[in-house]
């Protein structure tokens, strides 16, 4: 080698190193004693015996072979070595696994075949690993230049494929069955030495065999065994241990995928675990046993079955079966005419039972929708009673408070909490009820007897009732409750003003001397209709109201003031033989009771005639005199109903630890007749709401046919309504010439102005 100094134009001084001008010279069979000493350490690793020279002499020798140009004959050589060695190899494993067939049959799984098996195969990666350090610089420089060869270990991989797939597929196929065996055997229940097999699985994978042959083997032996064990475990368990064992075999495939598969088998596997132990199952399970876990609220096993359909995208038939069980478990309460009592409650507990295992168990909101369709579904299968029933049920609520709900609290803000949360669940089912004209009604009868007996528990609470039907329905539906509540603060107010009003007070003195009076004043179409019943009161007490309707006809000129007696209550004091006693009445018990105040002994027609009330109301009125629990008359002959015939005699031998007795039960009672009258009440106004709704919408379109008519009401419409009624209202309003058909099609009708 030689330098040669040069100074450029810059005055900057370059070095030049040219190459030595002679080449040096090279034995003749340089090539062949390099490969020579190759071939003895190669022969020396298949042997297992150490090499004699030095791996760094080796790795020179390599690279000096390829310096001089020979890597391409290098390879050559080297190829023809590792494919003898491949053979060999497999040779010696076909022996091992003939000793085992020879023994144990085709199918037959033994360990320690498994276990040599794996052993040869490490050492036949560790030989080839060192071969391949020996020839490192074959492999990093000619081979990764030259994208037909492979690399020394990859060759080595890929001759030991070629003969497992030939030669020696018996070998593969033993191997596989003994695989196999011992996953089965896992399966199973024994134990398995899970790094013998993980090895052997890589050996497929590196082979690039797994995919091919171990991969599908594995899935369809998984197949077998899950689908003749599902078919037998499920008809031998209950529901919830049959979930339990889909959850664990599961979960014990997806460890032994980690265990000892490739992780592109996880997917396949589950999907094949699930197809086999899941899908087929899916109706079977829902017919035998969901419903169970549904009646006794068996949250875990719910939320494991939740999950398991989900599996299988099966979410659909869960959800349907959970809606048709809500509806047959809610029918069965709402058509249970001897429990119409415990009906509302009942429906609440489901609702607080579906709800928990709905938020709980079923997070989706396809089980939500199902379950509003199957309350809405049977909440309205008995037309208007459900409404009654609820309204029915609020109205124990807001009169009784805590004790109505159970509560624990014996008054106060704990009592309130108690009450609201029984509205909150009451209003649950409130917006299931199509018919809440229904429910307006009876509601409203309801809140007009605790305004006007002083019955309600809290009048918070009842405003806070009042302001969740407006939240729900609006304005409009709550209108006439809250004009209630006007009419009782203003009746304070007139009261009020009526008492501080001498001339008033001082004429009520002289007309009725000793007696009090409070009247309500109430607007006739906020509150509920009530019947115009007369009765004979005594003249004092008449010229009493007579002294309050001339001072409230001063204040507010051309108004019309009618007394609804059946409403009214009063105190009236009694002597008795053991002493005077206050009796809380209403005042047609009071007209009766001072029916004897100059008889001790009158008959039924006695009565009638003092009074002047009709048979039903008087007959109920002594009813609740003679023969309820507080006997201040005593009937001849005894027994629980009153007849014409009967004798009444005062009772003066009376006796009660109480003061003040009431004695108005059984008119807080509402009758069968009356709920009659209010649904009677309840379908006239919906008729009258059909006809307006007709006419409403034929004055805007002039002209429509039948069946779009029908579909505009039902849209309009916020009560359940059927076509032929809607039909009979459309000719009712033909025959009142309101509307006409068309006389070139009959399904037309025409507005007539």
Known sequence: ????????????????????????????????????QLCEAIDAIKKEVPVSTSLEQLYRSVEDVCVQGHAEWLYAQLQERCQGHASSVLSSLSEVVQGYQEQMGDTAYSEQMLDQV?????????????????????????????????????????????????????VKKMVLQGIMGAVDAERRG??????????????????????????????????????????????????SEYLEYVEKRISEEFNRCDAILEPITRIPLIQTVEACVIEPHVAYMLEHG???????????????????????????????????????????????????????KNIISLKHRMDKIVSECFDNIIYQDAMKDAFGYFVNLRSNRPAELLAKHM????????????????????????????LDSSMAIFRFI????????FYKKDLAKRLLFNRSFSIDMEKSAISKLKAECGAHFTSKLEGMFTDVELSKDMMASFKTSSDSMEELTNVCPGTDISVQVLTSGLWPTYPMLECNFPENLANGLEVFKKHYLSKYSGRKLLWLHSLGTCIMKVRFSSGVKELSVSFFQAAVLMAFEDSDSLMYSEISTATGLEDDELKRTLQSLACGRERVLLKDPKGKDVNDSDTFKFNSKYTSK?????????????????????????????????????????KTRKTLGHK????????????????????????????????????????????LA
């Open 708 to 751: 779009l008519l029908i579909n505009e009401l039902i849209s309009q419409l916020r009560f359940p309504v059927h076509p032929p009624d809607l039909k009979r209202r459309v000719e009712s309003l033909i025959d009142r010439e309101y509307l006409e058909r068309d006389s070139s099609d009959p399904q037309i009708y025409n507005y």
């Open 434 to 441: 199509q018919g809440k004209d229904a429910f307006e009604a």
């Open 190 to 239: 024994d134990a398995v030495r899970r790094d013998v097999l993980k090895n052997l699985v890589r050996m497929f994978a590196l082979l690039g065999l797994y995919e091919d042959s171990l991969m599908p083997l594995f899935l369809e032996r998984a197949r077998a065994f899950y689908a003749e064990e599902g078919n037998r475990i499920i008809l031998d368990v209950s529901l």
């Open 290 to 344: 969901f419903e169970k876990l549904l009646d006794e609220d068996r949250i875990a096993d719910l939320k494991r079955m939740y999950d398991v359909f989900g599996r299988v995208k099966a979410h659909k038939a869960l959800c349907l079966a959970f809606k048709n069980h809500l509806k047959k478990a809610g029918s069965s309460i709402v058509e249970n005419d001897g429990k119409d009592g415990d009906m509302i």
């Open 118 to 170: 794996g052993g040869l195969w490490d050492v036949y990666c560790s030989q080839l690993m060192l071969i391949r350090h020996i020839f490192l610089y074959l492999d990093r420089t000619h081979l990764l230049m030259k994208s037909e060869h492979r690399s020394v270990f990859e060759m080595g991989l890929r001759y030991f494929k070629e003969y497992m797939n030939t030669e020696y597929v018996q």
């Open 395 to 422: 109205d124990s609520i807001l009169r009784g408070g805590g004790k109505s709900v159970g509560s624990g609290s014996k008054g106060g803000r704990g009592a309130e909490d108690d009450v609201e949360a029984a």
């Open 1 to 36: 080698m030689m330098m040669d100094r040069k100074e450029s134009r810059g005055g900057v001084k370059k070095f030049v190193i040219k190459p030595l001008r002679s080449r040096t010279s090279l034995p003749e069979d340089f090539r062949d004693a390099n490969w020579r």
């Open 658 to 698: 109480l003061y003040r007795v009431r004695i108005n039960a059984i008119q807080m009672k509402e009758s069968v007749d009356e709920s009659r009258k209010t649904n009677e009440m309840v379908l006239q106004d919906r008729q009258h709401q059909i006809d307006a709704a007709i006419v409403r919408i034929m």
